[in-house]
C-alpha cells in the first residue's frame, strides 16, 4: 500500500502547483482579443497593441457599416472579446448593434474612440425646390477615420483602453502610440504638401464618406447621393450643372460599387470614375493615395 501511496502523494505534491503555474501562464501569454467594426481601426490598434493584441473587425471588405448585421459567428466569438473598439459616430452598425454586444459579454470593455472629436455636419444641402427631410439636415457625419487629426484623437482612446486592461504593459504600448503617432504626423505633412497647389480643389463622390477630410486639407466634397440614397432626377441634373460648373472631370466611387448616378453624371460631363477607398485596411496608406487621386484628378 505505503509503495504506491507515497509516489501518488508526490505526484500530486509536485504535479499540482506546477500546473497552476502553467495555467496562470498561459493566461500571461494569451494575447488581448480586440474587436473593432471597421477595417480602417485595425492597423490604428494593431500598431499600438502589437504583439499582445488580436485584431477581430466586424464589416468585412467590401461590406458597409450602414448596412452590416452581426453574424451568429461573430456573436459567439465576441463572448471572448476583452475589449470592443467603437468608431463611436454614428455609424449605424454600432447604433444598432452595441447594447447586444454589451449584453453579451460583460466582462468586455467597450472603447469611444470619437472621445474628444468634433462631429461636423454630413453637409447634405438641398437644391433649390428641393425639401429635405430634417435627419438629413442635421445630420453629423459619421466618416471621423478619414482625417489624421481624428485618427491621432482614436489612437489616443485605443491606448487609453489598452492600458485599463493590460496595465502591466503601459510602457509598450507608449511607445508604440507614440512610434504611430510619429507615423500619422509624417503622413499627414506629407498629404498637406500633395495638396498645397493643386488645380481643383473640388471634387466629387458618390457617398460622402471624405467630409473631415476635405475639412483639413481645405478641398470641397460634394456628394452625389443624398441621404444614403441614390438622387432624385431633379437632384441629379443639379449635381451635373454642378460638375460643369467647378469643371470637375473625375467622378469617385467606392470600390465595388456601382451607381446608376454616377455613371450619368461621368457620361454627361466627359469624365472618369475613379475608385476612393473609405475602409481600407492600410490606413495611412490609404490617406496618401486619396491625396495623389485628387490631386491627379
Ligand atoms: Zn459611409
Known sequence: MNKLIIPIILCILVLTPLCIGQGSDANKNDKIIVYATIQSQKEMIEAVGGDKVTVNIIVPPGDSPHTRDLTPSQLTDLAKARIYVMVGSGVEFEVKSIDKIRDLNKNMIVIDSSKGIELISIGFHAHEGEELHSEEEDGKDPHIWNSIKNGKTMVQNIYDGLILVDPDNKEYYLKNRDEYIMKLDEADQYIANELTDIPNR????????????????????????????????????????????????????????SSKAAEIITKEIGGKTEVLDPLAENYIENLKITANKIKNQ
Open 202 to 257: 473640388s471634387f466629387m463622390i458618390f457617398h460622402p464618406s471624405w467630409g473631415y477630410f476635405a475639412r483639413d486639407y481645405n478641398l470641397t466634397q460634394i456628394a452625389i447621393e443624398v441621404g444614403g440614397k441614390e438622387p432624385t432626377l431633379q437632384s441629379l441634373s443639379h449635381t451635373i450643372e454642378e460638375a460643369k460648373e467647378e469643371n470637375i472631370k473625375t467622378v469617385f466611387v467606392s470600390p465595388g460599387f
